[in-house]
């Protein structure tokens, strides 16, 4: 009996001494991830919390946040809207997290937004693109991607160089689809170019030869992809099949260019990508030093190369809540929503600093992110030749 | 005019791949009275069955695809002996329910084993099409097609014109005389469940080098195989493979003439008008099996 009761005090002691390590007397800060982990958009979602995880690690190494450690509580919104609301709702009941990171998909981080307004948590939303996210008044949304529309103008510049005359466009049908659709075809007009079709093509759509054989009869030069990495390749693998002859040119930043060299082969040459991370030359982004050590970290840890174009934003994400809750100096989502926006700092993609975006009085948060074009060239990737340093 | 024929060939491609799909679902259906809604799994397991032969294996692709087919069906068989036959006799809410939880099982099986990330299967095919006059077919989807009616003829004979497709279609007309005939009752659903989702797995074989295998692709390939069935009428083979073609044409033009945010409504307004007007199935007519 007695042998009993020491036994429970050593294990008692032994788990309380796991538990808190030395400088983490207090406890953790909760973070909430919601993202795609399975469903359609696996891989992407994979990635992002990868990318999470490393950002975590990476704070924590450093002595947490005014030190207390960061936890992340990770849910799985299987690339589904209705999963997305009830992992958000799960995430602020249950687990009681003052901040979420999410939810991926436009159409999945719209469904999850009425929970963050009914509860009062902020989430910072760390992909998704469609142009209603910050326009609903939802002043606990902030974004640190692109909406399609900022893309569009970060675009504008090359229209000339790429030689767009005459466009067509090949999208997910969703919010995010339609709105890069949208924001493009508007661009494009405004640059002089005619835009034909606008074709849409389910999320889990595999067979794309209807549209494409539509494509093929307009006659256009240039071809806009957006969609994620898996049904690109599908595109280009297709358009090919039908000599479609187009330039193609993917936005949204989900293309993974190494992984479409590798699972579209050749049927990926000379097509270009716009990204917001090119770990291909981490020298080249904004702060070069934190690109090149996030790239080895990624490598270190046995994580494919491909995902990298979607991993930084899992990093930036965690990096820019843990940047406000040292700011607010504790824990509580409405400090933490106040001080999102006095937030400041150079993450992978570049500066991250919200400006307001939407209906005056509940404005969203919005960021401006960098934004980079490259090229597939010769199985490679590459600056396009008008970038390239000469 | 040249657009037409090019929908035309697409969708006759693609509608054989459904039927390929929904022969394997009707069978199982007609012949064991079972709503297999894991019917997709094994159309996956077939697509990662061909990557495993030939990335891990080394097998070359013709060889692959046949492996491909005896993983479908041991893995069929495994499953009837293991969670049908204990049912059998139980309701068909029972079993179906049974099937739902394999498939969920399954899937997140694949993720845990592969990854979500989409794997690639290689293919020995030129990718340049085979053009005749405006129309542009690629080589690989032209062997598909040849291949998934080789099957489909293939499964026709086998039920038509062999003892074990004789002692099938005995037993499910009535069990008990099939039974005093002398005609094992376990070892024919074991059978044709092998059979169904073997050619389910062909299906992931041929289709995956065209697409990518992923772990949710069988829930697209699922609702297709259903629709296929539910045109077609539950358990007609014959009704599957025209219900195939035919919903693979009315997609494709469906998204080439009307909208392609719409391609699969389509699809779906078809078997709308289909259950309202002729529920039994567009060719019930024709001989039932079973």
Known sequence: MLKRWWSTVLIVLAVGGLMAPAGFAQAPIKIG??????????????????????????????????????ELVIEDNKSDPKEAASAAEKLIVRDKVPAIMGAWGSSMTLAAMPKLEEYGVPMVVETSSAASITRRGNPWIFRISPPSEMEALGLERYVDKLGVKRADFLAV????????????????????????????????????????????????????????????????????????????????GSSSPTQLIKQAGAAAEGSYHIVFFMPWFPEAMPDGKLAKAFVDEWAKRGHPFEGLTEGFRGHDGIATIAEAVKIAGKDEAKAIQAALWKVSFTGLNGPIKFDKDGPAGKESGQSKPSIFLVQIKDGKVALPDFLAKK | MDALLQHLVNGLVLGGTYALLGIGLTLIFGLMNLVNFAHGEFYTLGAYATFAALALGGLNFFAAIAAAIVVGAAGGALCERVLLRPLRGESIDTTM??????????????????????????????????????VGIAPLRL???????????????????????????????????AALMGVKIGRIHTATFAFGSALAAAAGALLGPIFLAYPSMGDLASLKAFSVVILGGLGNLAGATLGGLLLGIAEELGAGYVSSGYRDAVGFVIIILVLLFRPSGLFARTERIG
């Open chain 1, 33 to 70: 991830v919601i993202e795609p982990l399975s469903g359609a958009v696996a891989a992407s979602g994979n990635y992002v919390r990868m990318g999470a995880e490393i950002g975590r690690d990476w704070i924590n190494a450093r002595g947490g946040v005014n030190g207390r450690k960061v």
């Open chain 1, 173 to 252: 049908n969703t919010d995010w689809g339609r709105g890069a659709v949208g924001a493009f075809g508007d661009m494009l007009k405004k640059k002089g170019a005619t835009v034909g079709a606008a074709e849409f093509m389910d999320q889990a759509a595999t067979d794309m030869n209807a549209q494409i054989t539509k494509i093929k009869g307009t006659g256009g030069d240039t071809l806009f992809l957006t969609t994620a990495v898996e049904q690109i390749t599908l595109v280009l693998k297709q358009a090919q099949e039908q000599r479609l002859g187009r330039t193609v040119v993917t936005t949204g």
């Open chain 2, 97 to 134: 329910l049974v099937m739902i939880g394999l498939w969920i099982a399954l899937q997140n099986g694949e993720l845990l084993a592969w990854g979500g990330v989409a794997k690639s299967i290689p293919h020995p095919f030129p990718t340049a099409p085979l053009t005749l006059g405006p």
């Open chain 2, 143 to 177: 062997f598909v097609v040849a291949a998934a009616l080789a099957l489909i003829v293939a499964a026709w004979l086998l039920i038509q014109r062999t003892r074990l497709g004789c002692a099938m279609r005995a037993t499910f007309q009535d069990r008990e005389t």
